[in-house]
């Protein structure tokens, strides 16, 4: 049974002409509703309300001006939170409010064959009143037989100004190192527009574009300079209060829902991952991915296209 049903219950008790006063509400009803209040549930709050209105028609003004006074409280007490917390925010200092998640994976194998790989990757978060700050960082490392197969390092800064609630501006700066790829060290900036086209709790979708300048060293001690065009897309998806799909195409990062080309006259590089994420308790979350990685112009003696899957445990704080 629900709650309303209750009340209108106890309410319509009071409400019998033994119980009922002339021009006002019983005592009992009064309490009711301030006891209601008082719990701090608005649900609770409007079924009582709701409850009285339907047992007392005849107060229905009094008990219009009570939720209406209640209603006004709320919001007072809303404005007065949203201020202090807004307050809290511009006077925190550079190494304040930050939060993220980070993830760890693994093997090793003796005896036949002799392996080690070890996946990692952290994310970090600081939203401010018009600024938002985004810190990446995702390492993949595997050794077999005594050589390195896979030595992959990545990180990205991406601070964001928001211009009103859909349009923002963004700066980009990223590393990555993939000696499987044949190159050292990739540097990429870029910076532009972005918009938010879905901002919701279950769906989160952004789209940006800007132009973009990499330098790229190759494991043979060359290196090439060029202006690049971006393009990205962020996707998040909450399937349930448990489960989260995402969806990155991103050349230097893993988590977060993030997509990015970066297309220039000699090479287009491409990272797609899509992961899936199932909460284990409020901290900890499996995560399951696979990644495509395509360069359109690689060294020789590499291929165009990598593929990699991931089981990994997350941690956010």
């Given amino acids: ?61 009094q008990i219009d001006a009570i939720w209406t006074d209640y209603q006004e409280q709320q919001a ?15 006077q925190a ?40 700050h985004r810190l990446r960082a995702a390492a993949d490392y595997r050794r077999a037989e005594g050589v390195t197969s896979r030595e992959q390092f990545q990180i990205l800064y991406e601070p964001r100004y928001q211009i009103n609630e859909r349009l923002f501006a963004f700066g ?24 938010r086209v879905i901002d919701s709790d279950a769906v989160e979708f952004s789209v940006k574009a ?37 969806q990155d195409a991103n050349s230097t990062v893993e988590t977060g829902g993030e997509a990015l080309l970066i297309v220039d006259g000699s090479n287009t590089s491409l990272s797609a991952v899509t992961g899936i994420e199932a909460g284990i308790s409020d901290s900890l979350t499996a995560r399951v991915s696979w990644t495509i990685e395509y360069d359109s112009n690689p060294p020789a003696g590499a291929v165009s296209t990598d593929t990699l899957t991931r089981f990994t445990l997350i941690y956010g704080f």
């Fill in 76 to 90: 007072a007490l809303a404005a007065e939170t949203a201020a202090a917390e807004e307050a809290e925010i511009r």
């Fill in 1 to 61: 049974m629900t709650k309303q049903p209750l009340y209108a219950l106890a309410l319509l008790v009071l409400a019998s002409p033994a119980a009922a006063q002339d021009d006002q509400l019983p005592d009992a009803a009064r309490a009711m509703i301030d006891a209601a209040i008082a719990n701090g549930d608005a649900d609770d709050v409007q079924a009582v309300m709701n409850a009285a209105r339907a047992a007392f028609p005849e107060e229905r003004a």
């Fill in 93 to 132: 200092g550079l190494l304040d409010n930050w939060s993220g998640q980070g993830q760890i994976g693994g093997f090793q194998s003796t005896g036949n064959s002799d392996e080690f790989g070890v996946t990692a990757a952290l994310q970090l978060e600081r939203e401010g009143i018009d600024w938002e």
């Fill in 210 to 246: 800007g132009p973009a300048y990499r330098v790229t060293e190759f494991v043979d001690g060359t290196s090439t300079s060029r202006l690049a065009g971006l393009v990205g897309l962020d996707f998040d998806w909450q399937v349930s209060d448990s489960i989260k799909f995402t």
């Fill in 172 to 195: 980009l700066a990223q590393f990555e190192r993939d000696s499987r790829q044949g190159f050292s060290a990739r540097y990429s900036a870029s910076g532009g527009l972005g918009y």
